[in-house]
């Protein structure tokens, strides 16, 4: 599966934003998806997590309560809403698809771990400024 992350830009402290990532393939609706980001200087780190239907999702706690992460498998896209922004949420937004047919990670430890995602987009950059 090919990803192409967009939606990224300059905005303001507790402005919203929401990103998307667009899957090419039949088979997108089969594989669980996430979103990361790097800020600069930094490891990627892990954002959030949803499953093949939808039906499950999972959150850093950095973002939670702020971001929601969604898709639409009839468009073969995921989004993320990302409320309430703040300064340090100012990085590269990747979003990544996991190994075929994991429609779902059960171990939550695993879920943040980039070697459970094998597919990744190119990155969108969102700068949060004061």
């Known amino acids: 599966v090919q990803l192409q992350a967009s939606g990224g830009g300059l905005v303001q402290a507790g402005d919203s934003l929401r990103l998307s990532c667009a899957g090419s393939g039949p088979t997108f609706s089969s594989y669980t998806m996430a979103w990361f980001r790097q800020a600069p200087g930094k490891e990627r780190q892990f954002v959030a997590v949803?499953?093949?239907?939808?039906?499950?999702?999972y959150y850093a706690d950095s973002v939670k309560g702020r971001f929601t992460i969604s898709r639409d498998n009839a468009e073969n896209t995921m989004y993320l809403q990302m409320n309430n922004l703040k300064l340090e949420d100012t990085a590269v937004y990747y979003c990544?698809?996991?190994?075929?047919?994991?429609?779902?990670?059960?171990?939550?430890?695993?879920?943040?771990?980039?070697?459970?995602?094998?597919?990744w987009g190119q990155g969108t950059q969102v700068t949060v400024s004061s």
């Open positions: 990544a698809a996991g190994h075929r047919g994991s429609q779902w990670i059960w171990r939550a430890a695993d879920r943040s771990r980039e070697r459970m995602y094998a597919y």
């Open positions: 949803i499953s093949w239907s939808g039906g499950q999702t």
